[in-house]
């Protein structure tokens, strides 16, 4: 069974195989094209099995299929493993990259050697894209934009964020409501501004009623005062997470609605 450490050995290696395909000195607009060559293209530096996109769940909605263990070892991607493996590999390649968000879709943000900031698409080849082309394809809201929830460039510890966000759909489909709460909180302390975060710790609390509520009770007055009262808070919680959401322009065509 392969680590944790090969994986990222894996990495650290792709990522010098791509420094050394574009060639010392090399501008940052050469170590793009080393590493769109190195991923897209079938040669020997990737053993003729160049990374593509996995038509069969290309928004990775299996929360196996999100692993980016996973993605290394089948050459089969979607839009959250792709850009994870260009933004590891082309950071350790020298490249100014960082991860950057649209309606249940993720890309990347390159800044070249001009300061000039690019979109990259990995899940088409990591081809330029603009930002109106993820407007047309994943509509948003102006105030969404304007407020930075889509189509901005993440933080590092944004970008971490956004990552680990896996965790806490990963325990709402193992019923650890509890669980899941636990950790958007921590999540959304780094980043109080993941509108996709908010809702999922909504949904966590919607999981938490339906889990003790559903089907047990068919009048309120049999419900005990005490699950009563906690039903009530996790109601509360459910409301607040998504009206932040909302707040920010978030809606609920984005994505998670309950």
């Not at 290309?58 to 299929?65: F, I």
């Not at 407020?147 to 964020?161: D, I, K, W």
């Not at 709460?181 to 908010?198: E, K, M, N, Q, W």
Request: with cysteine.
């Amino acid at each position: 069974m392969l680590t944790d450490g090969w994986y990222k050995a894996a990495i650290e290696r792709m990522a010098m195989d791509v420094k050394a395909m574009a060639g010392e000195g090399a501008k940052s607009t050469e170590k793009l094209v080393a590493l769109k060559r190195y991923l897209y293209e079938g040669g020997a530096w990737n053993e003729n099995r160049p990374f593509q996109y996995d038509f069969a769940d290309p928004l990775g909605e299996k929360p196996a299929n999100r692993l980016l263990r996973r993605y290394l070892t089948t050459r089969r991607g979607n839009c959250i493993t792709m850009p994870m493996l260009m933004v590891f590999v082309g950071q350790r390649s020298g490249l100014k990259m960082t991860l950057a968000e649209a309606p249940l879709h993720v890309f990347i943000k390159y800044t070249d050697d001009d300061g000039v900031v690019w979109n990259l698409e990995p899940t088409n080849g990591g081809g330029f894209t603009r930002d109106v082309w993820y407007r047309q394809k994943l509509p948003m809201s102006d105030k969404a934009v304007a407020n930075g929830v889509y189509l901005r460039a993440l933080s590092h510890e944004e970008a971490a964020v956004l990552i680990a966000s896996f965790l806490v759909e990963h325990q709402i489909d193992a019923g650890d409501f509890e669980g899941a709460i636990a950790v958007s909180d921590v999540l959304l302390r780094h980043y109080p501004t993941f509108a996709y975060g908010l809702v999922k710790k909504g949904s966590a609390y919607a999981g938490l009623l339906r889990r003790e509520l559903a089907g047990k009770y068919t009048r309120m007055e049999d419900i005990p005062a005490d699950l009563k009262a906690k039903a009530d808070q996790w109601y509360g919680q459910n409301m607040q997470a998504f009206a932040k959401a909302e707040a920010m322009g978030w809606r609920p065509q984005d994505g998670q609605t309950e």
